[in-house]
């Protein structure tokens, strides 16, 4: 479900050019069915489903009859939208009637140089974004945790993470040079708010130059991290992060807390130092074992998005982060949690089993 952030949008594979683009470039036909959530008009799909969000079933309408009468939005947050007029649960303002958005999968065409990339070496990415009916590239984005686009690059294996930002361009494309450490497939996730849009996570693949393996033998195999005592704990650049769930065993289709609490691994005592990281407490990224189930996860305790720099960095430290997360399926997951410690970005990876709901 595209506009839902959780959802992963599948792409096809190209690795002549490396130009490619997301699935769903081709322009819909007017009359295009869409499933949406009774509950969370902002979640909709091209096929049926349940809703990410509340698990109802998604229902089926015509991609043309979300009026303007029947649309509301935060004029803070965009990303807040409903089916009636209401208060905004981010900053409490009044939802205001507005044009519902393009429905469709944007695409997004991406260029590297050298193409294709190879291993070991900085390369430079473009991102295009374009309409998904028009054809027209889109220039204009909303802001979504101090950014335009957020970049996740993970190697096949799960063994390389990246979280970047690349920089917009007077064009309105976005650009970054990055290196793949090692030789071998990639996922690229692009993660942007389009304005006229929804929330879009476009997915796409690559492959270094030179790579002699094969697909399948590099597909990561995760091994389910073994508990502690009633809780993971993994040690990362001087942080000891314990993590514990809520509940304490989460099941596939239900909604799930991961409860984080460092400890400054030298002091023993809990970390005093923690800061905003890109307008939150943390990031979280999680990915099933086969990359068919990304979810982008944020903490439960919002930062006010209208404080300056200056003010965030006095809000008081907090050793306890609670995200809440959603796995839709069955399987192994890779969970990498992003925190920030005085200047310094530190990611703790853990993986996890998930059971079918019992």
Known sequence: MKSDRRQF????????????????QDPQPPEQIVYVCPMHPDVSSKVPGNCQKCNMKLV???AGTLSSDSFYVCPMHPDVVSNKQENCPKCKMKLVK?????????????QTNPSPPRAGQK???RFTVFHPTTGKQVKQFNILHDMPF??????????????????KQPDGSFTIVTDLPKAGYYKIFCDFFPEGG???????NLVTAGFKGDLLSS??????DKPVGDKLVRVVDGTRFELKFDPAEPFSGKSAELHYHLVDEKTGKPVDDLKPYLGAWGHTLILSEDATDYLHSHPTEMIPEELSEEERAKLPCKPDVVFDTFFPRPGNYRIWSQFQRKDKIITVPFTVHVPRLR
Do not use: C, M, N, Y
Not at 219 to 224: E, R
């Open 198 to 204: 929804t929330p879009q996570v476009t997915h796409h």
């Open 123 to 125: 390369a430079k990415f």
């Open 98 to 110: 507005a044009a519902p958005p393009e429905s469709s999968d944007f695409v997004v065409r991406i």
């Open 150 to 167: 957020h970049l996740f690059v993970v190697s096949q294996d799960f063994e390389e993470f990246q979280h970047i930002h690349p920089d």
């Open 60 to 62: 089926a309408t015509k």
């Open 219 to 224: 597909f990561a195999q995760l091994v389910p």
């Open 9 to 24: 949008l599948a792409g096809g594979f190209a690795f002549a050019s490396l130009s490619f683009s997301a699935f769903g």
